[in-house]
């Protein structure tokens, strides 16, 4: 997603879907999402942001993390909902513009990037774009706290030390 919005178009889209479709409320009834996951929007959204790159992620995450190929694509279907309702939450939560939005995602990725130690985070990262530079004027810290939303997604699919 931050490659995505690192173009004004791309923010734009990212900032219409949030607001039309993921505005948090998918967390007010967490169960009844979790219920349904396999038939709800995950696929549609990792169509958007992954597009033909789907297969070789899914592929790279079973390859680094352990888990079978055919259980990534049911948790990315999963999570990406997930995500995404996070990042309207907190675009709603602290009334992000597109630019903003595309800016925390700027940060996410490389806090992602430093975080990952190499893992299957910054794999995935990189085979999608590479490293690129945090835009100017992106806020240093990430504003969500912790790791941030693609630091969370590290942490599930990163293999532990020594498993």
């Known amino acids: 997603m931050a490659i995505n919005t ?9 900032d219409s879907a949030l607001a039309k479709d993921h505005d948090g409320s998918i967390f007010d009834n967490l169960g009844g999402f979790l219920d349904g996951a396999a038939s709800g929007p995950g696929a549609g959204i990792l169509g958007h942001v992954l597009g033909g790159s789907r297969p070789q992620v899914e592929q790279k995450i079973a390859e680094t993390s352990g888990l079978s190929l055919d259980k990534v ?4 279907i999963t ?6 309702g996070a990042l309207g939450k907190l675009k709603r939560d602290k009334n992000l513009d597109a630019t903003a939005v595309a800016d925390t995602l700027a940060t996410e990725r490389k806090a992602a990037q430093d ?6 985070g910054s794999s995935v990262l990189g085979m999608l774009g590479g ?10 810290e990430s504003p969500s706290g912790g790791g941030g939303l693609l630091g969370m997604l590290g942490g599930l699919f990163g293999k532990k030390k020594g498993s």
């Open 73 to 76: 694509a049911p948790l990315l």
């Open 131 to 140: 490293m690129t530079q945090q835009p100017a004027g992106a806020p240093t």
């Open 6 to 14: 690192a173009k004004p178009s791309g923010a734009q889209a990212l």
């Open 79 to 84: 999570v990406a909902p997930l995500v995404m």
């Open 115 to 120: 975080n990952d130690g190499g893992n299957v």
